[in-house]
């Protein structure tokens, strides 16, 4: 009789989860659907950098080794498996793909429950509750019971919508951490590279001016040279040697923001990238289109994706101006039973598996808060708000991208200019120096000439050395600009290291083997529903 029952109510459910399925698929979800907002764009870049760039609509996939350094190459994919930041964010999209997870399951009946209880009660004489006058009795009962919210609005499905979407953004931030890194460690081995340039250079010129120096002051004992000379001989090489601790300051402190890039404490990196130079920057770079920021740029995603999560925010908060309808059921078994044995024949807990213990219970119920319309509706109005926010941020972005791109191609055009009269500058100071002091040992010119060649010298080689680590620097500007260095990233989420200790701590099921794929996939399949 038992197994009959069951079986009936099994059947009566089935039909109505059918019918219900049935029913929501018919129905649209409250709230508006996401539009893409419009989004102005030039077709191309301004004429001024067209014969530093090729523009070729392209992913700019592992640009960093147009600089042919590889030094510089492993770097990257060192500081790619081991910066916490990257990390981090490789832990946000676990989480937000466990809130998915959440999401999803809100579908499904909210509230089950399987339960159990044994009560002993003493009444008093005054009080008896049954016919034969028991007094001492126990109750049992075993059950289970269930309360389904049915999505009749598309409250849940909305839900998903807004999991699916934040889900996407935070892959999207996991990409713009990935660029950002990749520039960072370009632009610090780059002042690396350029202060150790400038210390070698600043150690030469001290050389030469100690040379000049010593000759002076042989002279100004001989009495051939006055005493001015020796003084302003002294205070040139004093200025050049002054120069030096604040190179060596910059070179600890770009050493330090490599380590710290690298996932390591501060530290002298100079024994893990060795003796180098500059890297030397191509003649012609490689750049997509205007159009391809939306493509690329994992920030610019993240916008978009963070309307359409809020998007669904608003139809969230418009499925409360509705009532919502839920099924509520329960099924268990239930007996009392006498400590008087002699008179019932049994202790209550033998009578709980008879089919006359049986007791369920099924039916609908609904909730309408009309009372709080007011709340409702500015609640509505605040995640519209919000959603309007999100559209224009999404415009602006783009055009802080398109700004972002043009200011680092004009840095780099600008440097390429500079390296052209630096270099011609330069050969000219060497040249200068070398005359003047020639014909200040000849007798034909003063000392103030040999000065003054010297100081040229050293700042003109100063400022070509400067500019040519900001050529390196303003490429790693344009690349993090355009969004590239993320596309042949593939590396898992989480490491090996931190899954074996998340997985000892929590059951994290199959999540810990999430990847870009799956995610992707998912995305397309719930899309496809």
Known sequence: MIRFSIQRRQQCHSLLVAATAAFLAACAPVGPDYVRPDIAIADQWPDYVHDEFQFVAQESVSWWQILDDPVLNELVELARQQNNNIKIAGLRVLEARAALGIAVGNQYPQTQLVAGSATRIEASESNANTTVGDLSFTQFSVGASASWEIDFWGRFRRGIESADANLLASLASYDDTVVLLTAQVVDVYAVIRTAEEQLRIAKENLVLQQRSYDIVDVLYRYGES???????????????????????????????????????????????????????????????????????????????????????????????????????????????????????????????????????????????????????????????????????????????????????????????LQAVILTASV???????????????????????????????????????????????????????????????????????????????????????????????????????
């Open 427 to 529: 050969v000219s100071a060497k040249r200068s120096t070398e005359l003047s002091m020639l014909r200040y040992k000849e007798g034909f010119a003063d000392y103030q000439r040999v000065l003054n060649a010297q100081q040229a010298l050293f700042g003109q080689q100063q400022r070509y050395v400067a500019n040519r680590g900001d050529a390196v620097r303003s490429i790693a500007q344009v690349y993090r600009a355009l969004g590239g260095g993320w596309q042949d990233h593939d590396a898992a989420f989480v490491d090996e290291a931190t899954r074996i200790e998340m997985q000892q701590r929590t059951d994290w099921g199959d999540l810990l083997e999430t990847d870009r794929a799956s995610i992707i996939d998912s995305h397309v399949e719930r899309n496809q529903e």
């Open 226 to 416: 006055s005493e001015l000379d020796v003084q302003q001989a002294e205070t040139l090489l004093l200025s050049t040697k002054a120069t030096i601790p604040g190179f060596q300051v910059t070179l600890r402190k770009a050493n330090h923001a490599l380590s710290t890039l690298l996932g390591m404490r501060p530290a002298d990196m100079s024994a893990m990238i060795g003796k180098g130079s500059i890297p030397h920057v191509p003649k012609e770079i490689l750049v997509g289109v205007p159009a391809d920021l939306l493509r690329q740029r994992p920030d610019v995603r993240r916008a978009e994706l963070a309307a359409m999560s809020q998007n669904a925010q608003v139809g969230i908060a418009k499925t409360n101006l509705y009532p919502s309808f839920s099924i509520s059921g329960s099924l268990g078994l239930a007996a009392a039973g006498s400590t008087d044995t002699t008179r019932t024949g049994d202790s209550g807990f033998g009578e709980l598996f008879r089919a006359e213990s049986l007791t369920y219970s099924v039916g609908p119920s609904f909730v309408w808060p009309f009372f709080n319309y007011g709340r409702i509706k500015n609640n509505v109005r605040v995640q519209d708000a919000r959603l309007q926010q999100s559209l224009i941020q999404c415009r602006e972005i783009v055009i802080q991208a398109a700004r972002d791109v043009e200011d680092a191609m004009t840095a780099y055009v600008g440097s390429q």
